[in-house]
């Protein structure tokens, strides 16, 4: 899908640098047309003026040494004319109504009369042409003129203006090839990227930031799919879990009460049979009490209330609950440590600290200890239970806080354990920021010590 996306947007990519290029490549030829003719005008321009001039000069030398009367059979292409000292024309070689008129306040006469030379440029009365006029003044006083009739700028690019044109169509044909053929190339690499492998592209180093992007948003969704099918997994495996946990007591309460009800039971029996109904329910109880914690810990541990809470005043609290169970095995139960505040749900904080003694002294030894220190490292509050009881094998300690999950299966149906006690502990734990840490040898004993935060819990 993301790919399909890339593709899309390439594709109005490669557009934009077409239409980009082309753009450019056509403006650039029609201002290379523009100055080029400009530039071919003006030294066309310069090459007529000194031919005029050099002409003009020649005629000048013949009059002064032969005399009007020879000039007329040397007059070349365009116009000459002599003009006395009184502007009055002497000789045109064109008689028109304009030879008659007194030239002296003609720009180029008057310029030839005061400093020498003169010259000006008229416009014609022809379409797109121009006059151009030279004067020089003779020794006589009388000053002669040439001007010839040229092709103004607009008329020499207007004569030229197919030849021009084909040049450019041309040029923007070959202009418009080059561009695709640039804009394939520049997009090519582009459309051949695979998304799945962003860092394997090597084309542009200008991408580089966002294919670094790309592969951790790659990473992220890949994450977070493993991270659905391990939820969806452990759901599954929750849901069998409890289906069976909550079926083994319910048998065994049913077998126990049917037995009960059809009278084949000794009389001096029914009392184990009771017993043994009681037991199960409140292994039972238990049980649903655990999973409906478990539950609200998943959702991120509901709307629970969040006050100042002392630590070792809880931990008291759960050896003084456990004190009866601990004292029928003549196992120790015993606080030590400083006050430490939390902020937290002082009930969630209780529920954590009695899971981890009542393991302590469900799967410990008759007679031996659990010690709950209360105390502070590097400003971080903590609370650490340890027991001499049977301890956890290396190969179930990474597994010990998964639900149901039991070291001893055996052990933990005599002793009515939910297998949800530590699962429990590590989902609070999580929402509070908590670290545990577990340290344990087989027949040796166990230490579990959660490790708060220095900052408080933020509800």
Do not use: W
């Amino acid at each position: 899908m993301a790919k399909n996306i890339f593709k899309n947007g390439s594709a109005k990519l490669s557009s934009k640098i077409f239409r980009g290029i082309t753009a450019v490549v056509i403006a650039s030829v029609v201002i290379t047309a523009i100055i080029s003719s400009a530039l071919f005008y003006a030294e066309f321009s310069r090459e007529i003026k000194s031919e005029i001039k050099t002409e003009t000069r020649y005629l000048a030398e013949l009059a002064d040494t032969v005399g009007v009367s020879e000039l007329k059979s040397a007059v070349p292409d365009g116009r000459v004319t002599m003009i006395a000292a009184d502007g009055s024309v002497i000789f045109d070689s064109r008689a028109d109504g304009e030879a008659a008129e007194n030239h002296s306040s003609r720009p180029e006469i008057k310029q030839a009369l005061e400093s020498g030379e003169g010259e000006s440029t008229r416009v014609s009365k022809t379409f797109g042409k121009k006059n151009y006029y030279y004067a020089l003044r003779l020794s006589d006083g009388g000053v002669i003129r040439v001007s010839r009739e040229t092709s103004s700028m607009f008329g020499a690019v207007f004569g030229a203006a197919p030849g021009i044109l084909l040049a450019v169509l041309l040029l923007i044909g070959l202009a418009l090839a080059a561009a695709g053929a640039l804009t394939h190339s520049i997009t090519r690499p582009i459309n051949d990227l695979d998304l799945d492998a962003p860092l394997e592209y090597e084309a542009y180093e200008e991408l580089e930031p966002l294919l670094e992007r790309v592969d951790e948003q790659n990473k992220k969704m890949l994450s977070q799919i493993n991270e659905a099918r391990e939820a969806e997994k452990m759901r599954r495996e929750f849901s069998a879990n409890v289906s069976h946990e909550l079926k083994t007591p319910l048998t065994t309460i049913m077998g126990c009460s049917e037995i009960l009800k059809e009278g084949i039971v000794d009389p001096k029996d029914v009392n184990g049979f009771l017993e043994r109904i009681n037991s199960e329910s409140k292994r039972l109880l238990a049980l649903i009490d655990d999973i409906i914690s478990l539950s609200g810990l998943d959702e991120g541990g509901g709307n629970i209330e969040m006050t100042d809470a002392d630590l070792l005043e809880i931990a008291r609290e759960a050896a003084e609950s456990l004190g009866f169970k601990a004292e029928k095995r003549g196992i120790s139960i015993s606080v030590s440590g400083n006050e430490q505040t939390v902020c937290g749900s002082r009930g969630l904080l209780h529920e954590m600290i009695y899971n981890l003694c009542d393991n302590a002294v469900r799967y410990n030894r008759d007679g031996g200890y659990v010690n709950i220190t209360v105390g502070g490292e590097g400003g971080r509050p903590f609370v650490s239970v340890k027991d001499n009881g049977i301890g956890i094998p290396k190969a179930d300690r990474e597994r010990v806080f998964e639900r149901f999950y039991r070291v001893d299966k055996s052990h933990s149906k005599e002793t009515g354990g939910t297998g949800l006690g530590l699962s429990i502990v590590k989902h609070a734990a999580q929402i509070y920021g908590a670290e545990i840490s577990l340290k344990s040898e087989p027949d040796k004993g166990t230490e579990i010590k959660i490790i708060f935060p220095k900052s408080k819990f933020q509800a």
